[in-house]
């Protein structure tokens, strides 16, 4: 039976559907949902630690706008929603590389309503 990769990531009254890629980190993330935790911003990017301490896989060190991503270096998951304070013109950079595991649906700029310290939740969708 194959397992889906769809995500549901849930943050105050936001709830957005996202999907996973086939990579090892995306299916080690898979694995241990459902996550909560507090968000951290950075730019317009969303990060929050997660129980995973995997090294790097096909790292990134641009991304593309509603990228999901696992920061090696941070043991965090991100999300990207717009530039960082990092990025260069209309890059979107993380601030070192990363692993991109997925990708939001849907209109990622909505993400800019997510607070900072608000709970954040993944979960199989």
């Known amino acids: ?3 889906s990769r769809e995500i549901k ?3 105050g009254e936001l709830e957005v559907k996202a999907w996973l890629n ?3 980190t995306a299916t080690k993330i898979l694995e241990i949902l459902p996550i909560s935790a507090r968000v951290n911003l ?3 990017e969303i990060y929050f630690p997660v129980p995973l301490d995997t090294g ?3 790292e ?3 991304v593309a706008l509603g990228d999901i991503a696992y920061w090696p270096q941070g043991k965090a998951m991100c999300i990207f929603f717009g530039r960082t304070p990092v990025s260069k013109g ?3 950079r993380p601030i070192s590389p990363v692993n991109v595991i997925g990708r939001i649906e849907g209109e990622p700029k909505l993400l800019g309503k ?3 310290e608000e709970n954040i939740t993944v979960e199989t969708g």
């Open 1 to 3: 039976m194959k397992v």
């Open 9 to 11: 990531i849930t943050a």
């Open 22 to 24: 086939e990579t090892n």
């Open 42 to 44: 950075w730019g317009d």
């Open 56 to 58: 790097l896989e096909n």
């Open 60 to 62: 990134k060190e641009t």
């Open 90 to 92: 209309e890059e979107i």
């Open 114 to 116: 997510v607070k900072q």
